[in-house]
């Protein structure tokens, strides 16, 4: 599915940029934090925004899956290659920026770090207490491939597989022991830790983007029917909605990550954007697909760039640039730089080296069986 890529770059770093944006405003001061607080904390949901993405690419790239289990292998080697390298190059420069070598003597600090890279997180939910401050939404984001993963395994019926899954796992078994919510920052205290992460409702953001990329494949075979659909009117209304809810004063406005929260705007915009790219194929500036391209090294990276930056302008006495509120697109632009600089040594080289070896083993391993 060639044209919807290009928007899905563009969402990527809106996504990035937005979750950077709501960080940089914990470093302003006084009243520049109190004036910008009240937007830039919404960007927090471009984890919402990421989550829905991710589910819709894991359909998209693997719709034409026969449904083996060299099919499961092939799935998660890519998709691992591609998320653990750069994450475990980014925590140990997160812990170097912000704890230095100490971090190593404290308490469970190496055990942390493995649970950490299993993806084993800690009973704290949803932000599991990772090395990494962003590195809980990584929890998320493998647990739902390995699921995904193994509904690939049911063939054409594999959606069917994994809505059915995620139904009983997040709704019907909580519902059953009064612990239902669709509030993701609920703490569910199940016996099973790892079940508190599994019943999250987190989860159904991800099959809401695989849902979507069923809706695009279907238009990419009718899209010349529906060419003359209108698409500035919906577009608006996803905008207009996200604005209604996020950045005005109305009573119980959506604050907070979840379906029912960020993830209605969320999964609005991100639809009308993708379902019209399909039908009209959008033109994308040049610029805005970079920034998606190094989106993953940016959420990764902005963390440490925030604390170093800070740190650095302290040090050279221009921290008093914090207290306007011109810092946080300053220290955003910053970081943006910063993960120009480390996509390749950080996440391309590694991560295609890794890909690229292990792909070539299983091929061999394949040759070899049919040999014999």
């Given at each position: 599915m060639k044209h919807p890529i290009n928007s899905i770059q563009m969402l990527r770093g809106i996504a990035a940029l937005a979750v950077v944006?709501?960080?940089?405003?914990?470093?302003?001061?006084?009243?520049?934090?109190?004036?910008?607080?009240?937007?830039?904390?919404?960007?927090?949901?471009?984890?919402?925004?990421?989550?829905?993405?991710?589910?819709?690419?894991?359909?998209?790239?693997?719709?034409?899956?026969?449904?083996?289990?060299?099919?499961?292998?092939?799935f998660l080697i890519k998709r691992v290659s591609r998320v653990l390298p750069p994450y475990v190059i980014a925590t140990f420069i997160y812990i170097l920026c912000s704890a230095g070598l100490s971090y190593f003597t404290q308490p469970h600090a190496i055990s942390g770090l493995f649970r950490a890279f299993v993806f084993l997180p800690e009973t704290?939910?949803?932000?599991?207490?990772?090395?990494?401050?962003?590195?809980?939404?990584?929890?998320?984001?493998?647990?739902?491939?390995?699921?995904?993963?193994?509904?690939?395994?049911?063939?054409?019926?594999?959606?069917?597989?994994?809505?059915?899954?995620?139904?009983?796992?997040?709704?019907?078994?909580?519902?059953?022991?009064?612990?239902?919510?669709?509030?993701?920052?609920?703490f569910q205290d199940y016996s099973v830790p790892y079940y508190n992460m599994m019943a999250n409702p987190f989860i159904l953001e991800f099959l809401c983007g695989a849902g979507i990329s069923y809706i695009c494949l279907y238009l990419r075979k009718h899209h010349t029917k529906l060419a003359g659909l209108p698409?500035?009117?919906?577009?608006?209304?996803?905008?207009?909605?996200?604005?209604?809810?996020?950045?005005?004063?109305?009573?119980?406005?959506?604050?907070?990550?979840?379906?029912?929260?960020?993830?209605?705007?969320?999964?609005?915009?991100?639809?009308?954007?993708?379902?019209?790219?399909?039908?009209?194929?959008?033109?994308?500036?040049?610029?805005l697909t970079k920034i998606g391209n190094v989106s993953y090294t940016l959420y990764l990276t902005h963390t440490s760039s925030l604390l170093v930056l800070s740190h650095l302008l302290d040090r050279i006495h221009l921290g008093g640039m914090k207290i306007s509120v011109f810092y946080a697109p300053f220290s955003a632009t910053i970081c943006v730089i910063v993960s120009f600089l480390l996509y390749n040594v950080m996440e391309k080289i590694p991560s295609d080296y890794i890909r690229t070896k292990l792909l070539s083993g299983v091929r061999s391993f394949r040759v070899r069986a049919v040999q014999q």
């Amino acid at each position: 599915m060639k044209h919807p890529i290009n928007s899905i770059q563009m969402l990527r770093g809106i996504a990035a940029l937005a979750v950077v944006l709501c960080h940089s405003r914990n470093y302003l001061v006084g009243d520049a934090f109190n004036a910008a607080d009240h937007i830039l904390f919404n960007g927090a949901m471009g984890v919402d925004l990421f989550f829905i993405i991710s589910g819709f690419i894991m359909v998209i790239s693997t719709y034409q899956y026969r449904g083996t289990f060299l099919d499961v292998v092939d799935f998660l080697i890519k998709r691992v290659s591609r998320v653990l390298p750069p994450y475990v190059i980014a925590t140990f420069i997160y812990i170097l920026c912000s704890a230095g070598l100490s971090y190593f003597t404290q308490p469970h600090a190496i055990s942390g770090l493995f649970r950490a890279f299993v993806f084993l997180p800690e009973t704290y939910m949803p932000y599991f207490n990772t090395p990494l401050p962003v590195g809980w939404t990584l929890n998320f984001e493998m647990y739902f491939y390995l699921i995904f993963s193994i509904s690939l395994l049911f063939g054409k019926f594999r959606f069917l597989a994994l809505c059915s899954f995620i139904f009983v796992t997040v709704c019907y078994i909580p519902k059953k022991l009064g612990a239902f919510t669709l509030n993701p920052l609920h703490f569910q205290d199940y016996s099973v830790p790892y079940y508190n992460m599994m019943a999250n409702p987190f989860i159904l953001e991800f099959l809401c983007g695989a849902g979507i990329s069923y809706i695009c494949l279907y238009l990419r075979k009718h899209h010349t029917k529906l060419a003359g659909l209108p698409y500035l009117p919906y577009l608006s209304l996803g905008f207009g909605l996200t604005f209604l809810l996020n950045w005005t004063d109305i009573p119980h406005k959506l604050h907070s990550h979840g379906l029912l929260n960020w993830g209605i705007p969320c999964v609005l915009i991100f639809s009308i954007i993708v379902i019209m790219d399909v039908i009209h194929t959008f033109r994308i500036h040049h610029f805005l697909t970079k920034i998606g391209n190094v989106s993953y090294t940016l959420y990764l990276t902005h963390t440490s760039s925030l604390l170093v930056l800070s740190h650095l302008l302290d040090r050279i006495h221009l921290g008093g640039m914090k207290i306007s509120v011109f810092y946080a697109p300053f220290s955003a632009t910053i970081c943006v730089i910063v993960s120009f600089l480390l996509y390749n040594v950080m996440e391309k080289i590694p991560s295609d080296y890794i890909r690229t070896k292990l792909l070539s083993g299983v091929r061999s391993f394949r040759v070899r069986a049919v040999q014999q």
